[in-house]
């Protein structure tokens, strides 16, 4: 069996700065002060007094520090998956789709049609989903080697934003927005694994 995409009724943000964990862009600011004892009356003097040399003063700076932002992790991973997967057995539609990525192209009744399938207990069930959760976890690439790009593509998602929470045998994907997670696929949560 393949795998089953799911997707965030909020969609993917266009890929830029915050979604690789740069909020914005910077400048940092460096300002050299020079300092003089000679007042402007004495600048004014008919008397040829030499100028005194400028005392070295330390160049204030300015650096800017940038939240990189919330890091993914196992726990919220396991939460949402929890949140989408308690909506789907309630048959709570809307609250699953809020845990989703949903791809355009796809329209409601697509999006209903296949949250139904997920709750009828084949696709995903209570040992499934208990089953999972102590799997290990962290990006696609890594859980999933050289077949990462496929599942990434089955779920439509880019590489680089794709965790899994499992291995090939058992799987939920997650896409990674920079902010949080949502479900992307689900593989082999049913009762049978």
Do not use: Y
Request: proline share 7%; net charge negative.
């Amino acid at each position: 069996m393949g795998f089953q995409a799911a997707w965030p009724a909020l969609g993917l943000q266009a890929l830029g700065l915050q979604a690789l964990g740069l909020p914005a862009l910077g400048l940092i600011v460096a300002m050299s002060l020079a300092c003089s004892s000679r007042s402007p009356e004495a600048s004014q003097s008919d008397s040829p007094e030499p100028a005194p040399v400028a005392t070295p003063v330390a160049t204030p700076t300015l650096a800017l520090s940038f939240d990189a932002g919330p890091t993914p992790s196992k726990e919220e991973a396991v939460e949402v998956l929890e949140r989408f997967s308690a909506c789907i057995l309630a048959r709570d539609l809307e609250g699953a789709k809020a845990e989703m990525r949903i791809p355009e192209g796809l329209n409601d009744n697509q999006v209903a049609f296949f949250l139904r399938e997920l709750g009828n207990g084949e696709h995903m069930s209570a040992e499934g989903l208990a089953a999972i959760r102590d799997k290990d976890f962290g990006p696609l690439r890594e859980r999933f080697g050289d077949k990462a790009a496929a599942a990434a593509e089955a779920a439509q998602l880019p590489l680089d934003e794709a965790f899994a929470l499992g291995d090939l045998d058992q799987a939920a994907v997650f896409c990674w927005d920079g902010k949080r997670f949502w479900v992307s696929a689900l593989h082999h949560l049913g009762p049978d694994g």
